[in-house]
């Protein structure tokens, strides 16, 4: 056996003990992640103050540095996100629907773990807690494989929830990191059949499409972001400026930023003279259609077709100008990546015909793009952003990394 495979079969392992773990005790496995990451944050901050100086050296862009980084007051949210987790009920074991037939035979469904999880990510050490936070909650276990750049930090992050576990009294093989960053391991973990039960890109596009395409495991897509904002001729104009700025360069770099802005013709010019201003203040790249491009003047460049397709994952902003909202929506449909979207308008009934027609797993009215995020959306953390429509989306939860199991009941029966 290889090393992953090996790997792969302490993980299989564990989902007997974890699955019937019981909600008491996976709580206490997480108030001891909790309560280990707390008290010796030093070592973690330690080990990503190196990955963060190698990646200086190496040119990484500002904002992959920014998703990179940990500070005191980061740590101090990831262990918010893990309680938060702890509070949440436990789907596991939970009757979803029962009946009793007319023969008799009482037919519940349950909820019941996925299994092993695996999930591949990029330069986010966040990840690292996230995941597993859910995945122990949920009764699924884990192997992590993030990116190069921060595999100092989850290394230390790992470690400690590992050895956070085994005090908790459960299998330290609940939760598991790839060492190895090179991609013959990332390809490996994805035609690890008959150990990983599914697997849970989280990353830019390229790296979910090539996971998709390549992976003989089940995949669950998520966190393709190319988010619009559609700016309506009935727009509240100073509302839709303040909107853009936050859904922009609140985080640029993660997948719920807003990527390209769609202006009614009508009120572009009005519209532009108040949201530019505020976009000037992060040094936003304006990339223009023609009509936007002459009102911006030098402040824009003329965008290439590539661009109404782009997730930038950084200050930069598409801009398009459209005749009205069916235009805004079959643009959407046709470019968006089934993310997030939003309509800024101040009429009802646009808004509704807004969100009918909007093929998305999160669609607004007045509200930035950035509020797509399990904490906010009351899940506690989140696993992911779903953009496929089999099994989960949106949002990935406790709820969304379960699966369904058939209890029957009889005395007797036979057919």
Not at 188 to 208: F, K, Q, S, T, W
Not at 323 to 334: L, P, T, V
Request: charged share 25%; net charge negative.
């Amino acid at each position: 056996m290889t090393a992953l495979q090996q790997q792969g079969a302490a993980a299989k392992a564990a989902t007997y003990v974890l699955s019937t773990a019981g909600t008491a005790k996976k709580n206490a496995a997480l108030e001891a992640i909790a309560r280990i990451l707390t008290e010796r944050q030093d070592e973690w901050l330690a080990a990503n103050a190196e990955d963060v100086a190698a990646a200086k050296e190496a040119g990484i862009r500002p904002a992959m540095l920014d998703r990179l980084t940990l500070t005191p007051e980061r740590i101090a949210g990831i262990v918010d996100g893990v309680r938060q987790v702890a509070a949440l009920p436990d789907p596991i074991g939970r009757a979803d629907k029962t009946e009793t037939r007319p023969n008799g035979l009482i037919i519940s469904r349950r909820r019941v773990p996925l299994g092993v999880i695996a999930i591949i990510f990029e330069a986010r050490p966040n990840v690292t807690v996230d995941a597993a936070a859910l995945c122990l909650k949920s009764g699924n276990v884990c192997i992590l494989r993030g990116g190069r750049e921060a595999i100092r930090s989850n290394r230390c992050a790992a470690a400690l929830m590992r050895e956070a576990l085994a005090s908790a009294g459960l299998p330290e093989d609940c939760i598991s990191l790839v060492q190895d960053t090179s991609h013959e391991t990332a390809n490996e973990l994805m035609h690890l059949d008959g150990y990983v039960d599914v697997l849970i890109p989280r990353g830019g596009a390229g790296l979910i499409r090539a996971v998709a395409a390549e992976a003989s495991v089940p995949v669950i897509r998520t966190g393709e972001g190319v988010c619009h904002i559609y700016v309506d001729n009935e727009a509240d104009l100073d509302m839709a400026a303040s909107i853009l700025l936050n859904a922009k360069c609140s985080r640029p770099s993660v997948c719920n930023a807003v990527e390209c802005v769609l202006i009614h013709r009508d009120v572009e010019r009005a519209f532009l003279e108040k949201a530019v201003p505020l976009l000037d203040a992060y040094h936003v790249e304006l990339r223009c259609d023609p009509e936007a491009l002459a009102l911006v003047g030098d402040r824009g460049i003329p965008a290439a077709e590539g661009d109404w397709d782009a997730e930038y994952d950084d200050y930069i902003l598409a801009v398009r100008t459209v005749g009205g909202m069916d235009e805004a929506i079959d643009f959407i449909n046709a470019h968006g990546t089934q993310h997030s979207e939003s309509i800024l308008t101040k009429n009802y009934f646009k808004a509704q015909h807004f969100l009918d027609r909007v093929d998305a797993a999160a669609v607004y009215v007045n509200a930035s793009t950035r509020f797509t995020d399990g904490g906010e959306f009351g899940l506690g953390a989140e696993i992911g952003i779903s953009t496929q429509k089999m099994h989960a989306r949106g949002p990935m939860g406790l709820e969304e990394l379960t699966s369904c199991k058939y209890v029957i009941y009889g005395e007797g029966q036979v057919r």
